[in-house]
């Protein structure tokens, strides 16, 4: 049954009850039918809070209870007549006021506690190198990056160490990365979590390596070092250069394609081309073409260390 259909038939069965059983005065049953919606709006707040706040808001609860009997007994030792006639006329309120203390404290610093109180390989550590480049929005829009980001507060601290730098191109990355996170944090789909944990280390590599493997995170980056780091300390690395590496067009020898010689190459004669995700390509005799777009014929693909070549003929 939808969940809707039991909500209204809730909402529906306190005023028919209170009606049936209790009174048919109608103030009884708008009673009854403010007791549903009480019941209906607890149970839709209870389902969008993940258990963990309500376990730190019950902990904030006793906090101010256990204040709360400290300070009786404190009175109850050492207090004058008047300060206990006081007592006995506010404890009530000052009770309250306790527990809205304590709840309210654990409310404010809920995001540090919960932070430290879950670990698994759907937290995603968020580098500096993916914060600057941005394409992470992307795939947290398209829901292709799933489970909750964490965002180090050394590394948004590194952002605005350069949002603060005379180098122009410096600032412009830390400004560019202080907005990707911004918007990380509006998105609706994923949820983002700031940590405080600053584990120990020589350099930012180290530091995000080491808050990934204390919490049995995955690190998302396109930093090659921390690729590297992270293999040897066994750490699951998501990076996106190898992503957008992977989703390269595959184009075969012999295959032919339709390609806008851009300029002129190295050796005499040769045209050079791109695909559209970049992939260079050098075509032979293509210099003749320039400023046009020519039906090439690949023979050759070399893959290295700083991307993939393609060498094609013109047909």
Request: charged letters at 25%.
């Amino acid at each position: 049954m939808p969940i809707w259909i039991f909500r209204i038939c809730t909402l529906a069965a306190f005023p028919l009850l209170v009606y049936q059983y209790i009174s048919r005065d109608w103030f009884f049953v708008l009673g009854g039918l403010l007791c549903g919606a009480i019941l209906l709006a607890g149970e839709v707040l209870f389902k969008r809070m993940r258990l963990i706040k309500i376990m730190i808001g019950c902990t904030g609860f006793m906090i101010g209870y256990v204040l709360f009997l400290l300070l009786e007994a404190a009175l109850g030792s050492f207090g004058t007549p008047d300060m206990l006639n006081f007592w006995v006329s506010y404890d009530k309120k000052v009770q309250l006021g306790c527990l809205i203390f304590g709840v309210l404290i654990s409310i404010i610093k809920a995001r540090d506690l919960e932070g430290l109180s879950y670990t698994g390989h759907h937290l995603k550590v968020v580098d500096l190198t993916a914060l600057v480049d941005g394409r992470i929005i992307d795939l947290c829009e398209i829901n292709f990056l799933s489970g909750v980001v964490v965002l180090p507060v050394f590394v948004m601290d590194e952002l605005q160490k350069m949002v603060s730098s005379k180098d122009p191109l410096e600032r412009a990355k830390g400004r560019r990365g202080m907005d990707v996170a911004s918007r990380l944090q509006e998105l609706k789909d994923i949820e983002v979590r700031i940590t405080n944990k600053n584990p120990k280390g020589a350099s930012m590599e180290e530091k995000i390596v080491a808050l990934a493997k204390s919490l049995k995170a995955e690190i998302v980056t396109l930093d090659f070092n921390i690729n590297k780091l992270a293999t040897l300390k066994k750490v699951t690395v998501k990076n996106i250069a190898d992503l957008t590496t992977a989703l390269k067009p595959v184009v075969l020898p012999g295959e032919t394609m339709s390609l806008f010689i851009m300029k002129d190459g190295k050796e005499k004669e040769q045209g050079i081309g791109y695909l559209d995700d970049g992939t260079m390509v050098v075509v032979e005799e293509g210099r003749k073409h320039i400023g046009k777009r020519t039906e090439v014929s690949v023979y050759s693909i070399l893959q290295t260390s700083s991307g993939r070549m393609i060498f094609a003929k013109v047909k």
